[in-house]
Nanobody, 126 residues
């Protein structure tokens, strides 16, 4: 059983910063990968950043490289997403993700057995 609680969204002006946090409560499951996905109007859910267990390897979608940074505290089953230089296109609902065996920015690769947080809204005004 995995429960994810994500937080930290809000409204900012373009160029501003936000930090998202996700805390995982885990029972009888080993989590291999955690990350952030976002859903925007008219689009499906897309991967933003993911980080596997070692906490040293990170993967980002191209549009956020150099602006976002994901970090993981394995001892606390917590991840953060530092978002800098935010743009209006970053607007959306951000969901924390956890998976026991796979790590990918692709929804189709994650497939089943993916755990999701409740989502937190990020709004970037131009």
């Amino acid at each position: 059983q995995v429960q994810l609680v994500d937080s930290g969204g809000g409204s900012v002006q373009a160029g501003g910063s936000l930090t998202l946090s996700c805390v995982a409560s885990v029972t009888d499951v080993n989590i291999y990968c955690m990350g952030w996905f976002r859903q925007t109007p008219g689009k499906g859910r897309e991967g933003v950043a993911v980080i596997p267990t070692d906490g040293e390897t990170t993967y980002y979608t191209n549009s956020v490289k150099g602006r976002f940074a994901i970090s993981r505290d394995k001892t606390k089953n917590t991840i953060n997403l530092q978002m800098n230089d935010l743009k209006p296109d970053d607007t959306g609902i951000y969901y924390c993700m956890a998976h026991p065996t796979r790590c990918s920015l692709s929804m189709s690769v994650l497939s089943r057995n993916t755990y999701w947080g409740q989502g937190t809204q990020v709004t970037v005004a131009s």
